[in-house]
């Protein structure tokens, strides 16, 4: 069964710390997406890659940034958390050419302290 | 840029009720649409989809039709169920790179 997974259910941080997300998917997709869900706002785009080694800005890049040094894994970093950057963080996946295949991880409730 | 409106929620239903959530959506030319579904502590399922005007997307007994004229994709159901509680998605398919455009998410509770 395909899937995307993200290394961590719950993380809990501190205010400064540098923060890993780590997102790994088994489907050969190109496109991966990292988004944050709020309450009342959806799913905003923070980030997304659309090949090894290639990122682009989405909606809300401000306090992140990102890695794709392999094509299944693509890594949101927080430079210096901080605690409104509490939320929850989807990791999406899908092949460049199939604009149905989409996966998403199960997702990432991050809190900062 | 691109945007999309979702009805406000929570919506909440008794067992067997008829449901429309509302979307519409401001995009340059004519994108595929998509409903997603969240169930309580899981990440976002796909949960039907429509490529081109006048297709209608199905799946579950949800239905939404594509509507050019008035650039909406609204979500119905004809009898829903308590398991359909859920917060509801509606994402239009923006422009390269396969960007999703979120909605802000509709919550639908059913009650027995």
């Known amino acids: 069964d395909v899937k995307v997974t993200q290394s961590s259910r719950y993380l809990v941080k501190r205010t400064g710390e540098k923060v890993f997300l780590e997102c790994v998917q088994d489907?050969?997709?190109?496109?991966m997406f990292w988004y944050r869900q709020d309450p009342g706002l959806g799913l905003r785009l923070i980030y997304f890659?659309?090949?090894?080694?290639?990122?682009e800005k989405g909606d809300i890049p401000e306090g992140y940034s990102v890695s794709r040094e392999k094509k299944e894994r693509f890594s949101l970093i927080l430079e210096s958390a901080s605690t409104n950057q509490t939320s929850m963080y989807l990791c999406?996946?899908?092949?460049?050419?199939?604009?149905?295949?989409?996966?998403f991880g199960s997702g990432t409730r991050l809190t900062v302290v | 840029g691109d945007s999309v409106t979702q009805m406000e929620g929570p919506v909440t239903l008794s067992e067997e009720a008829f449901l429309t959530i509302n979307c519409t959506y401001t995009a340059t030319g004519y994108p595929s649409l998509f409903w997603y579904v969240q169930y309580p502590g899981e990440g976002l399922q796909l949960l039907l989809k429509?490529?081109?005007?006048?297709d209608k997307g199905s799946n579950k007994g949800f239905e939404a039709t594509y509507r050019k004229e008035t650039t909406s994709f609204h979500l119905e159901k004809g009898s829903v169920q308590v398991s359909d509680s859920a917060v509801y998605f509606c994402a239009p398919l923006s422009g390269g790179y396969n960007k999703l455009i979120f909605g802000a998410g509709t919550r639908l509770a059913v009650h027995p």
């Open positions: 489907m050969d997709h190109e496109n």
């Open positions: 999406a996946s899908i092949a460049a050419r199939d604009r149905k295949q989409r996966t």
């Open positions: 890659s659309y090949d090894v080694k290639m990122k």
């Open positions: 429509a490529t081109k005007a006048d």
